[in-house]
């Protein structure tokens, strides 16, 4: 049975919009501006892409994208959904080509003055090629030993500029506090005033102290962002000092060096997707987070960022929470992904995080809020589990802080923001 | 002496300009949300982004991007070109990392309803990690053999399902007919239907037989786009057959993919930008080509795509002009790359290309302009080069036209194309 790949987009055209559809599907296989010789019906039979759906929006005067090329008048500038299928032995299951067949130049053709990719269906050759998540929900659990509710963590901070002994002593105040998580700011890989190497060795060394103590060794994601074989070496220092996770900003990289590093991991990938504004957030550009996070799942990343509920960036709530749920849905029949919610979160945004999820299989990533908890790190952690217990019971905030000293002074300090 | 990137930005806001400029300041380097121990005046002092330069353009009553936090009322939206200068100690001479700094988060930032990155200059350290492109204009010259004019080339079409024996055909034309340089479409690479390995030795054959008979070697630039690994033995076998270049979708595989492919590269990389519009068609959002293109020059192309005049895509002609001089702007001392014109070229479009680029360093890649020429390819190779002939001596086309008959053919299959 011939395989086939399903794009969807959200388009905006002056055009008729079969015509508009048409114009895609001829761009993206077997079109050319004039007809060439060998272009004959049975190729174009065999390897045409097909418009499989549309479904008209609504309309507008002005084009949402400028230089749009427009018929003479006041043309409507019409918008729908519409999905393109395309043979899979077009391209073969190949990340970067898929990525050139479903988005490639369609994005600059002139008879649009919108086009978003909006979701993608792939057949199972993209399984048997990409394995996908090593590590995945389950995995995860299992190297950080939580189960049962989310993975708190925190992220180092000040981002930039700490120097390794007060790095020391903040990675043995999150450990022994009884943190789950830690991840690298985005911005701090290896820097030559903390170096990779050195900052693995300080944070191994603490992580493993305080499991000696505790019991519990947190899970750090290490930030091996860097060139293709920069990555294979940080990789494999992480793993041979004992750690459990690495971590990679997507899009700083490339698709097909996140596929390239889960050929060879031994850790979970913490997937970052910094830049990522860029890509979606002009509403008729780019993409949407429903293909993106397929993509990022497909190359292997066992974590992937969905910004949190009430954060500092420009996402509205209503995408965060459809981010988790797309974070949340099997994908080629599993591809399990944990979503990562971060930026201003602290105790009180457990409850509406509850609600978007329905679930419990996310990490919170918590800066300020757990370590400017007037109580101290400690306390700060507890007050972020006390808002998930809240949140699990059924309970408002303020019910649950009545009897948990760390809420209420997570309330107090952060309620604010709320 | 403190080495620093220089990156600029098109920004629009509706809060004080300082005010978002210092935003995007602390959110790239020292910033956290909730001030927290550590973030010293001392480590400010040291790690803190800087603004540099504020220069305030003109003001909107509309937001571009949804989701900006406006101040209550109605709040104008000013635009300004802004720069920040970064420590380069913060992250160090690495590709992945200075996106992760110079973009990031920032577009996600809700205090801007426009943020694009415009511009960067980068200290010489760059330069000693990055060697740029291996071969540049001059070494791309020489391997085509083409001098005192632009290499003229032709793209395989249709892009998708051309059998083999089909293919031997085409090229044994292209080759025979003179043209220096054929580019695989982007849409092809290693697809199931005319695999690679078979692709690559179908061509080569043909391109020796050819230049056996003409002493000239057609330059093919075989699409290796793929996996890492893949990309590195489609490259081999490229290198091993007698090939002269290799092309990569630079958006499709990833910067980090594309410097490691220089790491190794025996041959010209032709980089293609397919997706690039998904970057850069929202005017306020995304990258402009200033900044991509030096991006693509630090990880190490040789060629790359600017579209080209009067083409089928969106761009308009002066920000084609302007690609094509970005391209043949020295960066870092030198980095020469030459830039691809492509998309609905015929011999026609040389005086106006002429005209933008100011010099025949550039490669000018036309489909069907050649293919469907009604005097078969080698009359459309001779009316490519007759079009630049014309543009070099300062004639119209139609005064050249008169008494070359290949142009005048052109002229009149063509010519209504513009």
Known sequence: MEERVLASYYIETPYPLEQAA????????TGTFVSVPGETEELKERHAARVVRIEPLDETDRPSLPHALAPAGSPKYRRANVTLSFPLHNFGPSLPNLLATIAGNLYELREFSGL????????ASFAAKYPGPRFGIAGTRKLAGVYERPIIGTIVKPSIGLPLTEYRTLVRELAEAGLDFVKDDELCADPPYAPFAERVRVVMEEIERAADKTGKKMMYAFNITGDIDEMRRNHDLV???????????INNVGFAAVAHLRSYTELPIHGHRNQWGAMTRCPQLGMSFTAYQKLCRLAGVDHLHTNGLNSKFAEPNEQVARSIRDCLTPFLGGYEVMP????????????????????LDVIQVAGGGILAHPGGAAAGVRSMQQGWEAAVRGQTLE???AIHPELRQAIETFGKKG
Chains 1, 2 share one sequence.
Request: glycine residues 10%; negative net charge.
């Open 22 to 29: 048409e114009v895609m599907a001829g761009e993206q296989s």
């Open 116 to 123: 978003r990719l909006t979701d993608l269906e792939l057949p």
């Open 239 to 249: 793993a041979k000092s004992g750690g459990t996770c690495v971590m990679v900003g």
């Open 340 to 359: 990562v919610l971060s930026s201003a979160q602290w105790a009180g945004t457990a409850i509406p995080s509850y609600e978007a999820a329905q679930s």
């Open 399 to 401: 019910q649950y802080a």
